[in-house]
């Protein structure tokens, strides 16, 4: 019995800290209720701009922008929630990234799980959701509307998170909950040492 124990130990524990680990490929996740939103834009400048207000949606895999950097922003869609990492994504913006073209190196993907909603706030969370997407038409917002995503990868519920990914899907951080000044510093400094890389995307 303990021979039984001891060799079921190792896979128990990684069963335990879930699918999201650092060093290892993040799985795919496919959305299609709701999916990623799709922006009319031209470029203006070296970067896009919309042509429209108006915004599509269609199916979106996690597996879509393999090539590129990624820092994926996942929160539910709750009240208050976009202010518990929101440093972090001034921080981002502040650090300048190459994300204004749609063939940039880095993107950021902000997944808002709206399975998570308390009654009454779905639909404004959708709403402010696709305002950021007007605000920021480089940026890819997908609306998940069953919470596949929190399931596939065993996220916390009520909660944000904050993936980073290098161009082969291998995370390179992970956090849920709020990020201290020290994890933003670390978390910006992987994104600009995996761009500094010589390796292009694809």
Request: some cysteine; charged content about 25%; proline content about 5%.
């Amino acid at each position: 019995m303990r021979l039984l124990i001891l060799t079921l130990l190792p896979a128990l524990l990684f069963a335990a800290e879930g699918p999201v680990q650092v060093g290892r490929k993040l799985p795919e996740v496919k959305i299609s209720e709701g999916g990623v939103l799709v922006p009319r834009c031209k470029v203006v400048n070296g970067r896009m701009v919309l042509e429209s207000k108006d915004l599509g949606t269609r199916a979106w895999s996690s597996r879509e922008m393999d090539g590129r950097v990624r820092t994926i922003y996942h929160l539910a869609a709750r009240i208050g929630i976009d202010d518990v990492n929101k440093p972090f994504i001034d921080a981002l913006i502040a650090a300048k990234l190459p994300e204004l073209l749609p063939e940039g190196a880095y993107k950021t993907i902000t997944i808002l799980n709206l399975a998570d909603a308390a009654w009454g706030v779905g639909g404004v969370a959708r709403s402010r959701l696709q305002d950021s997407q007007r605000d920021y038409p480089h940026a890819v917002h997908v609306l998940d509307d069953k919470g596949i995503a929190r399931a596939a990868w065993q996220l916390q519920p009520k909660q944000s998170a904050v993936i980073i990914l290098d161009r082969d899907d291998t995370v390179l951080f992970f956090k849920e909950g709020k990020l201290s000044p020290m994890e933003i510093g670390r978390a910006i400094e992987i994104i600009k040492e995996q761009l500094a890389k010589a390796s292009p995307h694809r």
